[in-house]
Nanobody, 124 residues
């Protein structure tokens, strides 16, 4: 398993942008599909975006498609979630997740390692 640490959360006005980073430990980062999930108060954790271990495919929920972009830098063991045109409904704790050699990862069960989360708050 890998250890994951998220950063980059904060408070932003609607329409603004934030860039979340997730740093992973270990020397096998390139073998892990990486994902972002979020959980708002009183709601279940939901899928946001993912990038396959090969880097060849990305996946997005309908609610963020066209506004968020996921990318990875295997040399830095890092995955980035660039969030633009933020809305108040994007407010949640955002979690980074890793799943080894997982294909088409969009479910929580596809990921075996999770970070502690970073708070994103979008004010109206």
């Amino acid at each position: 398993q890998v250890q994951l640490v998220e950063s980059g959360g904060g408070l932003v006005q609607a329409g603004g942008s934030l860039r979340l980073s997730c740093a992973a430990s270990g020397r096998t980062f390139s073998s892990y599909s990486m994902g972002w999930f979020r959980q708002a108060p009183g709601k279940k954790r939901e899928f946001v975006a993912a990038i396959q271990w090969s880097g060849s495919s990305t996946y997005y929920s309908d609610s963020v498609k066209g506004r968020f972009t996921i990318s990875r830098d295997n040399a830095k063991n890092t995955v980035i979630l660039q969030m633009n045109s933020l809305k108040p409904e994007d407010t949640a704790v955002y979690y980074c997740a890793a799943g080894r050699y997982t294909f088409a990862p969009t479910r929580a069960d596809d990921f075996g390692s999770w970070g502690q989360g970073t708070q994103v708050t979008v004010s109206s």
